[in-house]
């Protein structure tokens, strides 16, 4: 089972970036879906989490208005839209899979994958 985050990249101030992540090996469409980013020598902090149907979702109050997560549960497929990019959202950013507890913990989430690099340069 493999949640594989890809989709980062370098980007001016001001640019949009759009992140996937990808299932493999178990589907996810009944799952609520999270993005966590860490930014180097920083914890791991919640970003995002969308609800299995892709009604409902929540953000951070870092991030909300400017980013956008979405789902295509027949591609076993979590997206997270970027734009406005500022400085302070350079970090690795993560997907995972909900599975209780606090949804802005990511002790609330299992099935981490490995991140995808996004740098935003001024």
């Known amino acids: 089972v493999q949640l594989q985050a890809s989709g980062g990249g370098l980007v001016q101030v001001g640019g949009s970036l759009r992140l996937s992540c990808a299932a493999s090996g178990r589907t996810f469409s009944s799952d609520r879906m999270g993005w966590f980013r860490q930014a180097p020598g920083k914890e791991r902090e919640f970003v995002a989490m969308?609800?299995?149907?892709?009604?409902?979702?929540r953000y951070s109050n870092s991030v909300r208005g400017r980013f956008t997560i979405s789902r295509d549960n027949a591609k076993n497929t979590v997206y997270l839209q970027m734009t406005s990019l500022k400085p302070e959202d350079t970090a690795v950013y993560y997907c995972a899979a909900y599975v209780g507890g606090n949804y802005e913990s990511s002790d609330g989430y299992d099935f981490w994958g490995r991140g995808t690099l996004v740098t935003v340069s001024s």
């Open positions: 969308i609800s299995s149907s892709g009604g409902s979702t």
